[in-house]
Each structure stands twice: as structure tokens, then as C-alpha cells.
């Protein structure tokens, strides 16, 4: 459910033209720590395309570098969490578990509603990182943060 999620955050995010290096590079959704997705996230990507770019996964052990990816999901927590959050570049969107990543500065946090994935919004992270949310995404969250 929550790869559905990232995959379908790509098509009611904007990002600045600056988030690519060129303009066809593709989109490039990253995991960010340990992999809770495992071949779901790959198989939910492949084939895909959002505003004519196409989509691919990658996996990484540390802080990606500029232009590297759009969405990074951070499958870790801890204290260093807001460190790590903000050492992202700007122009990502950042995705992780829980209110606590949301108070470390990430855009949009999983959480679990009556035992259904939902999502929290924090609308000035995302200001912060020059991404444009759409109002359906908006919407559909469970809450919006400022």
C-alpha cells in the first residue's frame, strides 16, 4: 500500500525544474536506510511515467547527492533524524513514518488510521523545498500541517 502511495505522490507533486540535472532525466523515487518495500516498489514502478518522465527506484545506504532523486523515502528514525532530513537538497520530496517525521522537517508521513495507511501533509516543508502539491493530494490526506 504505501509503495501505491509513493508512486501516486509523483502525479500531484510539481517540482521545480532545478530537481532534474537535465531535462530528461527521469524521475527517480529513493529509499534512504533499510528497504521496507522490497520487489513491490519495482514492480508498482516499472513501466511508469509521470509528466513524460519515466520512473525508476533506487536504493541508497546514505545521503543522495544533487539531482539524484525527487521523492526520497527516509526508512530511518532516531535522533539523527532531523539531521538527516535537512542535509537533503532542496527540491525532494521527502516521505517517512509517523508525526515524528513530519516534526523533523519531512513533507508528507505515513501513519496508520484505524489499521488503514493514511498520510499527514506538512505544507511548509514543502514550500520550503519548492514543491507544489496539488489540492487533490491535499484532500486526501488525513491531515495538513503548517
Known amino acids: 500500500m504505501k509503495a501505491a502511495f509513493l508512486l501516486n505522490f509523483t502525479k500531484f507533486v510539481e517540482w521545480p ?20 518495500f522490497g520487489a513491490i516498489l519495482d514492480e508498482d514502478v516499472r513501466g511508469a511515467t509521470v509528466n513524460g518522465r519515466r520512473l525508476v527506484v533506487r536504493r541508497l545506504a546514505q545521503v543522495p547527492s544533487p539531482h539524484t532523486c525527487q521523492v526520497v523515502f527516509v526508512a530511518l528514525s532516531g535522533r539523527d533524524l532531523p539531521t538527516i532530513v535537512h542535509s537533503l537538497e532542496p527540491d525532494i520530496l521527502t516521505v517517512g513514518e509517523g508525526e515524528s517525521f513530519l516534526r523533523a522537517g519531512g513533507t508528507i508521513a505515513f501513519v496508520t488510521d484505524n489499521r488503514r495507511v493514511r498520510f499527514i501533509v506538512n505544507v511548509t516543508a514543502a514550500a520550503h523545498e519548492e514543491l507544489r502539491l496539488s489540492s487533490r493530494l491535499l484532500a486526501v490526506a488525513k491531515a495538513v500541517e503548517k
Open 17 to 36: 525544474p532545478s530537481a532534474f540535472a537535465t531535462p530528461d532525466a527521469p524521475m527517480t523515487l529513493c529509499v534512504l536506510g533499510g528497504d521496507p
